[in-house]
């Protein structure tokens, strides 16, 4: 990308050392002044966080007290009310890992559609890389979701599943979970920047995505035709949360499924940035 | 074409800028779709026209014009990131605004509001660690700097954006109407520092309603009327011309 570096304007004459401010930097020099100002994308998040719960009476707690809620209630509608097992050994841990990893992906695409919007007033007046806003977004959620996933794995061990040497590669699949944020928030940001119709529409494709997940049943059990529950790896959620359960509840994965995710969390950051740097220059207006 | 000097800062050079401004119109949803797409309907606002203006070297340059006569969109269109609509904006380096107040979060404490200002601003988190006490005492927030942001008063906030937008002097500074913030005490010494900036700056630009303070501050002042470059010249004569046109109009804002 040589096309983008700020040009001595030619030809006009006698001003030597005037660049185009209105020509937008090479790709390279864009994420390296990303990377120069990543702190920007932890710190903010982070207080971000810390300011929300502020005006409660457990504060900070909630943290860690809202994911245990939420796994709560699944253990008590499928463990106790409903006692279901629908084709697989431990449901409940099924569930748990299904629940938290979609969780985090539906608040990082909430979070994302709207970023850019919320902070045109930054946009306006302070000259930085944008591609800051989706990816402080996505750290944002990433740090909600640390006590949850500890929340997580102590119910794993509560349903009775112990620590295998699969747990070991538990950081390899979060590390595809937290790329794949990356590009999808970065896709997401910018389509939510010009349609600002999506954060209606949003909370209905994720229930769509929600059952084409498998989060809370096993397509396994339920889909009998091979070539089906191969067309379901096309789905990244889908893979992402199913590479989560073999490492943490030892459920089987197919040799598509991996494939799929590697796919993805290759393909999606890099279209995410290139699509994102293209309407970059217009996202304040 | 103007003769170009060498010790230009930023030149414009034929500038439009246009805004849109979306109508809330009555027109129900069989008018919407009987024009046969579905897309709201729009006016457009030109907000620049055609405005051809150099800023050089060590210089301070006014800004002056009724409300609503382009002189933000101006200050905007020099920091390169407004898309134009037409014409070039060049530097030598890119212009900084001089606000972080859009970055600021009212529910968080002076202290961390300055850590994220400076973040925003570009400074790394040790750069503002080390000057965390001095920007703190030049706003005067003493033992409020630990209290949530929208505790303060509106002076007390006023001061704070003051002293975290002014920790980093760029080369070329842009500056809009943030003189006049705070208590007397505090304006003394915040137009104090505005001008320390403008001799540090290479190049200043000043966006402001204060006649006296433009007189005071700037070497040139350019006139904006309606989005075009109305005159540019000497403090005294361009100030004098525009308030005599506002009296002849009867509004001086």
């Keep these: ?164 040497l699969r747990w070991l590669l538990l950081p390899v699949v979060l590390a595809a979970l937290y790329v794949f944020n990356l590009g999808a928030a970065l896709v997401v940001a910018q389509i939510g920047s010009s349609v600002r119709d999506l954060q209606r529409l949003l909370p209905h494709l994720l229930r769509l995505l929600f059952y084409a997940s498998g989060v809370i049943f096993s397509v396994d059990a339920f889909i009998s035709s091979e070539f089906w529950r191969t067309a379901f790896a096309v789905n990244p959620v889908y893979d992402l949360i199913t590479c989560a359960r073999w490492c943490l509840i030892g459920t089987e994965v197919d040799a598509a499924v991996v494939i799929g995710l590697t796919v993805w969390c290759m393909a999606l950051p890099v279209i995410g940035v290139f699509n994102f740097r293209r309407v970059e220059g217009r996202l304040g207006s | 074409m103007t003769a170009l000097r060498p010790d230009v800062t930023v030149q414009l050079q034929d500038v439009a800028v246009n805004y849109r401004v979306y109508e809330d119109s009555a027109g129900g949803l069989k008018e919407h779709f009987s024009r046969g797409r579905v897309r709201r309907r729009y006016q457009t606002v030109r907000a620049l026209r055609g405005v051809t203006l150099e800023v050089h070297e060590s210089e301070t340059l006014g800004v002056i014009g009724a409300n609503g006569s382009g002189k933000s969109t101006l200050l905007s269109a020099m920091t390169g990131l407004l898309p134009l609509k037409s ?67 509106s002076g007390m906030r006023a001061r704070l954006h ?48 204060n006649m006296t303070e433009i007189e005071h501050l700037c070497d040139r002042v350019a006139w904006l009327d309606d989005g075009e470059v109305k005159a540019v010249g000497e403090p005294g004569s361009v100030v004098a011309s525009y308030l005599e046109a506002c009296s002849r109009t009867g509004h001086h804002s």
């Design chain 2, 162 to 209: 003051f002293a975290i937008a002014t920790a980093r002097i760029p080369e070329i500074l842009l500056i809009d109407e943030a003189l006049a913030v705070g208590d007397a005490e505090f304006r003394a010494r915040s137009s104090q520092r505005i001008d320390e900036i403008c001799a540090e700056a290479g190049s200043v630009v000043v966006v402001s309603h």
């Design chain 2, 87 to 153: 014409g070039t904006v060049r530097g030598r380096s890119r212009p900084a605004l001089l606000g972080v107040s859009s970055a600021l979060r009212s529910a968080l404490s002076g202290r961390r509001n300055v850590l994220i200002g400076g973040l925003a601003l570009g400074f790394t988190r040790d750069e503002i660690e080390s000057r965390m006490d001095e920007i703190i005492e030049f706003a005067g927030l003493s033992d409020a700097v630990d209290r949530p942001m929208r505790t303060y008063s």
């Design chain 1, 1 to 164: 990308m040589d096309d983008a570096t700020p040009a001595p304007s030619g030809g006009q004459a006698g001003d030597p050392g005037l660049i185009d401010l209105a020509a937008p930097p090479s790709t390279a020099s864009y994420l390296k002044e990303v990377w120069r100002r990543r702190e920007f994308a932890v710190v903010v998040p982070a207080q971000d966080l810390r300011a929300q719960n502020m005006d409660t009476a457990l504060g900070q707690l909630w943290h860690l007290v809202n994911p245990a809620l939420l796994v709560g209630v699944y253990f008590f509608i499928f463990g106790v009310v409903l006692d279901t097992r629908r084709g697989v050994d431990n449901f409940l841990g099924f569930l748990i890992v299904g629940i938290v990893l979609f969780h985090l992906f539906q608040r990082v695409l909430q979070d994302a559609s709207v970023c850019i919007v919320r902070n045109l007033g930054l946009i306006r007046s302070i000259q930085f890389p944008r591609l800051l806003l989706p990816v402080a977004a996505v750290n944002g959620q990433t740090f909600a979701f640390i006590p949850a996933l500890c929340v997580a794995l102590l119910s794993l061990l509560v349903t009775g599943e112990r620590p295998s």
